[in-house]
């Protein structure tokens, strides 16, 4: 069994700590998994201390990269399952722990029509490659995002509940250490199936400003549709999703 952990760092009990990543990939290597990939995910994605990092896995960490927190998800070989470790809400969620949709300057994000966070952007990206999500981890709010998006089936793991924006109770980290190892396993042995989109995918952007509208519209194939709205639309996700890296990036010159 190959597994694909991605790590962010919002959805993470209390601080960051390089043991959360570890118990991921001892419930994987508990479930019997052969390989194991851990791509840090969180902002300049320079985060994970690989000193600190289970000897069984490889870390993937820095930026630029062109699949962001998905890089690697094609690697040869491929992967029987992804796990979202850390991960956090969609943008305009209530009481979820910072939520933001790759950045603040991202107002919303739709799939063919279906608003999606971070979790829906890179779940389909798993699904061009076959890769199911087999479980999602961080606070309330996410858990019921991956349920509503990828069905009753994927395990979900609630190690705080949002109060606010900037507020939570939380587990204490050795807590949300011990859930995620116990809960890794049980959703290995499960089947899950890819998360995949009908094609064409039409992606759509609503920017905080149109001064990001203006300049995200510069990609080739983008097409402004409102005011502060950019969408693109292709039959291969994978091309989809290399336009929203390029819509983001454009809006951040503004």
């Known amino acids: 069994m190959r597994v694909y952990i991605?790590?962010?760092?919002?959805?993470?009990?209390?601080?960051?700590?390089?043991?959360?990543?570890?118990?991921?990939?001892?419930?994987?290597?508990a479930a019997g998994a052969t390989k194991?990939?851990?791509?840090?995910?969180?902002?300049?994605?320079?985060?994970?201390?690989?000193?600190?990092?289970?000897?069984?896995?490889?870390?993937?960490?820095?930026?630029?990269?062109?699949?962001?927190?998905?890089?690697?998800?094609?690697?040869?070989?491929?992967?029987?399952a992804a796990l979202f470790i850390g991960y956090h809400a969609r943008a305009g969620t209530r009481n979820a722990i910072l939520d933001?949709?790759?950045?603040?300057?991202?107002?919303d994000v739709r799939l063919n029509a279906k608003a999606v966070g971070e979790l829906g952007l890179n779940a389909a990206l798993a699904g061009v490659y076959a890769v199911p999500v087999a479980l999602v981890?961080?606070?309330?709010?996410?858990?019921?995002?991956?349920?509503?998006?990828?069905?009753?089936?994927?395990?979900?793991?609630?190690?705080?509940?949002?109060v606010s924006?900037?507020?939570?109770?939380?587990?204490?980290?050795?807590?949300?250490?011990?859930?995620?190892?116990?809960a890794v396993p049980r959703a290995l042995e499960r089947k899950h199936t890819p998360f995949a989109l009908r094609a064409p995918v039409t992606l759509e952007v609503d920017f905080a400003m149109t001064i990001h509208a203006d300049m995200a519209e510069l990609c080739p194939g983008a097409l402004r549709t409102?005011?502060?709205?950019?969408?693109?639309?292709?039959?291969?996700?994978?091309e989809v999703f290399r336009a929203w890296r390029t819509l983001l990036n454009l809006s951040a010159m503004a």
């Not at 981890?137 to 949002?162: M, N, P, Q, R, Y």
């Open 6 to 29: 991605s790590v962010d760092m919002e959805g993470i009990a209390g601080v960051v700590h390089e043991s959360q990543t570890d118990a991921a990939v001892e419930g994987a290597l």
């Open 36 to 80: 194991v990939l851990v791509n840090d995910s969180h902002w300049f994605m320079r985060n994970l201390l690989a000193e600190e990092l289970h000897q069984a896995a490889e870390l993937v960490s820095g930026d630029p990269k062109p699949r962001s927190m998905m890089q690697e998800i094609d690697q040869r070989g491929g992967f029987d």
């Open 100 to 107: 933001h949709t790759y950045a603040d300057r991202i107002h």
């Open 137 to 162: 981890s961080g606070d309330a709010a996410v858990a019921a995002e991956a349920k509503d998006l990828l069905g009753d089936g994927v395990a979900t793991v609630i190690v705080k509940e949002g």
């Open 165 to 182: 924006r900037h507020a939570a109770k939380s587990v204490a980290p050795a807590v949300a250490c011990r859930m995620i190892r116990e």
């Open 226 to 238: 409102t005011g502060r709205t950019v969408a693109f639309t292709h039959e291969d996700y994978s």
